[in-house]
């Protein structure tokens, strides 16, 4: 396989590593695609080549040392803004793993994500910046973008522990064709025991999919699938849950990036989803013709496809002249 299709099956099913003809480009692909150590955790136990079984426990090592760095990050954000009573919901991988839930197993995390009231921004900014946050981006033009158009403050790093946190009020671009009700996800999202807060079990999933295929070019996005498949095998259990979803989705306006998600994710790695959620496959050839664009060393590929969902990622996020403005100022710079 000359794509990153084996790194999916593998995932999907470990029991069929027998089919792995060279283990490079497996872990290539997986490290491209930041599954490193989620693939290490799938394998764990699995008669792997000693050379491989070395770089597969490395791997589940810096994701716990990762995970613990995340958790730890969290912690600070909460005591920073502890006083200020603001509800502070945590986001993506951070929040899978102070939630114990499967998709933190092995997950790669990056920046700290939260969600806080849009009112709140003051106050929030005016905390983070007292506890030893600071801006990343100090032109004039970018905080103007973030604070005008985006879905977040423009980002900030710890003078200290060189660790960013990203402060987002909604989870689409104000300037996207998609709006999802923000304070709907925050009113109804789920306290955890520390004083932070998750996203609710469906909102949780519709995020991951927002972030997906509402926003992005679909970078990374094998992960982001992993994702979406282990949260629904983890909520899939709960009564009613899919005609909640379904209903929540519809709130958002996410119900055709969700039926895509559901599509792919099944293709991809078997999850079981709601075929009358899901619905037909309309150019879904085209999302996994990008999504397994890697060649046998990881490296990307297929650069036509890539530019196109580029293009696409930007078209999402803006109106054409606030589009061209914005690509310009990109240049000229």
């Not at 090592?61 to 600070?76: K, N, P």
């Not at 992005?216 to 699938?225: F, S, V």
């Amino acid at each position: 396989m000359n794509d990153a299709r084996l790194l999916t099956r593998i995932l999907a099913d470990p029991s069929r590593i027998g089919e792995v003809r060279d283990w490079t480009a497996l872990l290539c692909a997986a490290r491209a695609e930041s599954l490193g150590g989620t693939l290490a955790f799938r394998l764990e136990g699995s008669p792997v080549p000693p050379k491989v079984a070395s770089i597969l426990l490395d791997a589940r090592r810096d994701a716990a040392q990762a995970r613990t760095q995340a958790l730890w990050e969290a912690e600070m954000a909460r005591r920073a803004l502890a006083d200020t009573g603001i509800p502070v919901v945590l986001l993506k991988g951070t929040a899978y793993a102070a939630a114990g839930l499967p998709p933190a197993l092995g997950r790669s995390i990056g920046d700290l994500d939260i969600l806080v009231p849009r009112t709140a921004l003051p106050r929030v900014e005016e905390a983070l910046l007292g506890a030893g946050w600071e801006w990343v981006k100090e032109n004039a033009y970018d905080d103007h973008y973030y604070r005008t158009w985006m879905h977040e403050l423009p980002p900030l790093i710890h003078r200290e522990r060189d660790r960013m946190i990203d402060v987002h009020h909604t989870i689409l671009p104000l300037t996207a064709r998609r709006t999802p009700d923000a304070q709907a996800m925050i009113d109804d999202s789920v306290a955890l025991g520390d004083g932070l807060r998750i996203l609710a079990p469906e909102d949780m999933v519709l995020h991951a999919v927002a972030h997906l295929f509402a926003d992005g070019d679909l970078a990374g996005g094998l992960r982001n699938l992993w994702d979406i498949d282990r949260l629904l095998r983890s909520f899939t259990e709960t009564p009613a849950f899919w005609s909640r979803l379904d209903a929540r989705a519809r709130r958002h306006d996410l119900l055709a990036p969700l039926q895509r998600a559901l599509r792919l994710a099944a293709r991809f790695y078997r999850t079981p989803v709601e075929q009358a959620l899901a619905g037909r496959s309309a150019g879904d050839a085209l999302y996994e013709r990008r999504l397994l664009a890697r060649d046998g060393w990881g490296r990307a590929t297929r650069r036509g496809t890539r530019l196109g969902f580029y293009v696409r990622s930007h078209w999402l996020r803006m109106p054409p002249m606030m589009l061209a403005k914005h690509l310009l100022e990109k240049a000229r710079r």
